[in-house]
């Protein structure tokens, strides 16, 4: 985030001429969101929907069609986000439905009495007929519901009798009845992109309404700094809240009886939010402060490619056989289609040349497949997917056995999709970085089935594709070509020419062996503290990754799985010689408390998770002396919570 982004000038973005979604997508990127790759998770007919009201003669806006059709549309993507619930078609809102409890915001914690049994009775009825939304003559008084809060205490909805508009406005549903949210839907997208991501990629600090009324100063300053977005103010739970912004950060006023903080300030930065907070003379501790909860990992800060002859890397995982030598080269196979493909970014062919697979600039993959040589004729099959919302920078082939085959996708945009032939592409991407894929290569090794990825930043990730084990090559920039052969020569190609690289597999993937025994172990028979230990093993595979909080969540997560003083949980005792073997790894990224989670299953009360551990403490003695004092703590408390207890 070297940019600075002044939201003191928003509200001139605002009345820039711009295509509908130009600017959520620029506030989304300014915020953290990524897009994910993939698949949408949420499509427009997956959202809830009531049995009645739904009136299928009425037009739907295009707007709110073009906002489900957009890759910017980040609900789509992540609608956890966001906690709301979508509606398809939009039902109806009407008279003889009334008001009721759902509607309204008895439970904002600070006004339980402005709920529907306090609406006014000009407002009972819905609109009230004096409403600044219709005539007072109009006919059709409906409102068509598109989206509600989670917990339906409020809802948003537009007017029928504007749904043949393009872009029609939106109105909220409160205790007081419907108000004005925001002037369009296109807008009405944009600002709630902006009320639920800042919250959760930002920094931020909530001031309680008692601190500002015992310092009125703070509002007159809020005013007299920082400018309004632009933005209608924000109605959901009746909180009234009006936008500020100011460099790199959003100040939202709470207004309204059910805003339950007066000010909530979110950051880009925590110097950001830090500012903000001191031009408002905000009191604070660093426990107010809330960091990110999602944090986009970081990239690799790596020079050009440039190893020499009888290199290694610390591990040993690989050496440099030679410089200079390429590999066999790949040439584009005889097929027609294939060669005259609009667009064509990217080519490769299986090791038996009986499939081929090409990548354009449109994010398209195309495969073809043959049961001869794919070079000697057209093949027998062609398959067209549109898997990338990026050029597709690089293709990979890959027989997995005798009858099953699979294509591998780069992009430009990070994005790695892996799919067998014989099935629809995984909806999830197979892995995503922040930077180009530029290479990919595939072969069947000695262990099995085997990928290589190089991105732009030049990490190298190579994948056991049999147990998901993963390394990662730290080789350099200018990655511009990998090539892989079955004895596990892996040809990197940068700006000095192709370099062998001699893999070694067992160096290279410590956990193959332990992914492939933790797929063994029937864990629907052991039991967790959520029920049957299904999820056991997919978390300890996580402990063994790279990315830092990947491996602290998955530590986490068993911590409620597995730890507990309730009888009858079984699944501890078989993690432990899976979670001990991931402690050996001196680069594993969660050992402190990794460590701390096997001496609290030593603390549950079952002899058969302290005996578990207690077998397993010759191998983990040797952390009293590590250097990290949280390691040697808990060391200690492994230790004393392994001695016998009264009675044993």
Not at 179 to 191: G, M, P
Not at 260 to 272: L, M, P
Not at 446 to 452: K, Q, R, S, V, W
Not at 570 to 583: D, G, K, S
Request: glycine fraction near 8%; charged fraction near 25%; proline fraction near 7%.
């Amino acid at each position: 985030m070297a940019e600075i982004i002044d939201y003191g000038r928003f509200a001139e973005r605002l009345q820039q001429e711009c295509l509908r979604w130009e600017l959520l997508d620029e506030v989304q990127r300014e915020w953290g969101y990524e897009d994910p790759g993939g698949e949408p998770t949420a499509s427009r007919w997956g959202g809830e929907n009531r049995e009645y009201g739904i009136d299928e003669s009425l037009p739907i806006p295009a707007a709110l069609a073009e906002w489900w059709d957009s890759p910017v549309n980040s609900f789509s993507f992540r609608p956890r986000l966001y906690w709301t619930h979508t509606q398809w078609p939009p039902t109806i809102w009407a008279d003889e439905y009334g008001i009721d409890d759902d509607f309204d915001d008895a439970d904002d914690g600070d006004d339980a009495d402005a709920d529907a049994d306090n609406v006014s009775p000009e407002l009972a009825d819905g609109l009230p007929k004096d409403n600044p939304f219709l005539p007072p003559d109009a006919a059709d008084r409906r409102i068509c519901i598109f989206m509600s809060e989670y917990q339906y205490c409020n809802q948003w909805g537009y007017l029928a009798a504007e749904a043949s508009h393009p872009d029609p406005r939106v109105l909220v549903s409160t205790g007081r009845g419907w108000e004005l949210q925001s002037r369009s839907l296109s807008e009405f997208f944009l600002q709630l992109a902006l009320e639920r991501l800042p919250a959760h990629y930002g920094w931020s600090l909530r001031v309680h309404r008692s601190d500002v009324e015992a310092d009125p100063a703070i509002t007159e300053r809020l005013t007299a700094s920082y400018r309004e977005l632009g933005l209608l103010p924000w109605q959901e739970m009746g909180t009234d809240a009006l936008a500020y912004g100011g460099p790199d950060a959003l100040i939202h006023h709470g207004r309204g009886r059910g805003a339950g903080y007066a000010i909530v300030i979110h950051g880009r930065t925590r110097d950001a939010l830090l500012q903000v907070v001191e031009t408002l003379g905000i009191t604070y501790t660093d426990k107010d402060i809330e960091p990110p909860a999602e944090v986009p990992q970081p990239l690799e800060d790596l020079g050009p490619l440039a190893p020499a002859d009888g290199d290694t890397d610390a591990r040993e995982r690989w050496r440099v056989d030679s410089t200079g030598v390429a590999p066999a080269a790949v040439t584009v196979p005889n097929i027609a289609a294939l060669r005259a493909l609009p667009g064509r970014s990217a080519t490769a062919i299986d090791q038996d040349a009986t499939m081929a697979a090409a990548g354009d600039a449109e994010g398209r993959v195309h495969v073809w497949e043959s049961t001869t040589e794919a070079t000697a004729a057209e093949p027998a099959a062609a398959l067209t997917e549109p898997l990338h919302r990026a050029p597709v920078s690089a293709v990979a082939c890959l027989r997995l056995d005798d009858d099953l085959k699979a294509v591998v996708s780069g992009d430009a945009h990070g994005v790695l999709r892996y799919w067998r032939t014989d099935c629809h592409p995984r909806p999830l991407p197979f892995d995503r970085r922040r930077t180009p894929v530029t290479a990919l290569a595939a072969a069947r090794l000695a262990t099995g089935p085997a990928l290589a990825c190089a991105w732009a930043d030049g990490l190298v990730r190579v994948w056991d594709l049999a147990s998901d084990a993963v390394a990662r090559l730290r080789l350099g920039t200018g990655i511009e070509g990998l090539a892989l052969e079955a004895d596990g020569t892996l040809y990197v190609t940068g700006p000095s020419g192709p370099v062998a690289l001699r893999l070694a597999t067992d160096r290279l993937w410590p956990h193959r062996e332990l992914q492939l025994r933790l797929d063994a172990v029937d864990w629907g028979s052991y039991w967790s503290a959520r029920g049957p230990a299904h999820a056991v093993p997919g978390l300890i595979g996580k402990i063994a990754s790279d990315h830092k909080k990947t491996a602290m969540d998955a530590v986490h997560d068993l911590y409620r799985l597995l730890v507990s003083k309730s009888a009858g949980l079984t699944a501890a005792a078989p993690a432990v010689p899976f979670l001990v073997e991931l402690m050996t790894d001196p680069d594993n990224q969660a050992r402190s408390t990794l460590l701390l989670l096997i001496a609290d299953i030593a603390d549950c009360d079952s002899e058969e998770n302290r005996a578990a551990v207690r077998a397993a403490l010759p191998t983990l003695r040797h952390l009293h002396d590590d250097p990290q004092s949280s390691i040697r703590w808990a060391a200690a408390e492994m230790e004393k919570n392994c001695a016998p207890r009264p009675g044993e």
